[in-house]
């Protein structure tokens, strides 16, 4: 079954503890991209990649940063986290024109 | 930078009735435009795509129009069912980059 995988799915944190979000696909996607959800605004791009070690800035990178080391995996990493990145994040796996969403990790900084 | 707009927050229609959505870019045409369906908790499933050069598609209930000199596109559900109650994303492609509006949140009433 085709699927991209986050985790964990909900995670509260403190100011400027590190974490890491993973995100795996089965579909041996090239593309895959990393977005945040907030009411009102919508998904909003923070990092995409187009292949293994190609990666490049959405329209939100600030304070996040992402590794593609591997073609299935693509985490999202917060070095020092702060309360205005409490949101929804999803990952996403991109086949020729869908996009193929994960379940979403809801991130609460504190 | 690209903007896409979801005029309505919120529609509310009784069944049986067509659901029209709207959806308006400002700027540069998008190469295409995608439809999401998203339910409370999940990530975004893929509905439809629309390319710059195509005026409407259809899948079975579904229609979407792309009309480059109005700078929208519409999403059509016909004889519209409780079932059909979701957030409505549309999202356009611009090089490597996506951008979404913020939904419209359909409500099909009994």
């Known amino acids: 079954e085709a699927q991209v995988t986050q985790n964990p799915r909900y995670l509260i944190t403190v100011t400027g503890k590190k974490l890491t979000v993973t995100c795996s696909q089965n579909?041996?996607?090239?593309?895959m991209s990393w977005y945040r959800q907030d009411p009102g605004l919508g998904l909003r791009q923070i990092y995409y990649?187009?292949?293994?070690?190609?990666?490049d800035k959405g329209d939100v990178p600030e304070g996040y940063k992402v590794s593609r080391k591997e073609k299935r995996n693509f985490p999202l990493i917060l070095e020092s986290p702060s309360p205005n990145q409490t949101s929804l994040y999803f990952c996403?796996?991109?086949?020729?024109?869908?996009?193929?969403f994960g379940p979403g990790t809801r991130l609460t900084v504190l | 930078s690209q903007k896409i707009e979801q005029n309505s927050e919120a529609l509310n229609i009784q069944e049986g009735k067509t659901a029209t959505l709207t959806c308006n870019y400002t700027n540069y045409s998008p190469a295409y435009l995608q439809w999401y369906r998203q339910d409370p908790g999940r990530g975004p499933v893929f509905l439809l795509l629309i390319r710059e050069n195509e005026k409407e598609k259809r899948k079975e209930r579904l229609k979407v129009t792309f009309d480059t000199t109005l700078k929208q596109s519409l999403f059509h559900i016909t004889a519209s069912q409780p079932a059909d109650s979701a957030t409505y994303l549309c999202g356009g492609n611009y090089g490597q980059n996506f951008v979404f509006g913020p939904g419209t949140r359909l409500s099909v009433l009994p």
């Open positions: 579909m041996n996607h090239e593309y």
């Open positions: 996403a796996s991109i086949g020729r024109y869908e996009q193929f």
């Open positions: 990649s187009m292949n293994v070690e190609v990666t």
